[in-house]
């Protein structure tokens, strides 16, 4: 299978490796956030079910033992869900980690040598 065409776009980009770095920190900091949402909307679903949210009216009828245990399933396998997006939010870190690594040991080893070296990173 192969990418969509779209007219006038060219897949190559011309930045620099600290930038990459920059933009790969901001996509994780920005997924980070997006979780923190989610994991604050499922503590206000809690809070919702057992009427603990100020000015909230009690609910009516009152929610049953199977209400509060199938909410609390339903939430658990959000924070479940979360959990593994942040181990891999921490492989990505780790990965722009040894990015940084690899440049420093290149940038010393190429100031001594005539080879140059272009590095494309796809994300």
Excluded: C, W
Aim: proline share 6%; hydrophobic share 40%.
């Amino acid at each position: 299978m192969s990418f969509p065409n779209i007219p006038d776009v060219l897949p190559a980009i011309d930045i620099k490796t600290d930038q990459v770095i920059n933009l790969l920190l901001a996509s994780i900091a920005f997924e980070e956030l997006g979780l923190a949402h989610i994991i604050n909307a499922e503590a206000e679903k809690i809070q919702f079910i057992l009427g603990t949210i100020e000015g909230q009216t009690p609910l009516d009828p009152p929610p049953t033992f199977e209400d509060l245990l199938r909410i609390n399933r339903s939430v658990e396998e959000t924070l479940k869900s979360v959990i593994k997006n942040q181990m891999l939010l921490q492989f990505k870190l780790e990965n722009i980690l040894d990015i940084t690594t690899t440049t420093t040991t290149s940038t010393t080893t190429s100031t001594t040598s005539s080879t140059t070296t272009t590095t494309q990173y796809t994300v």
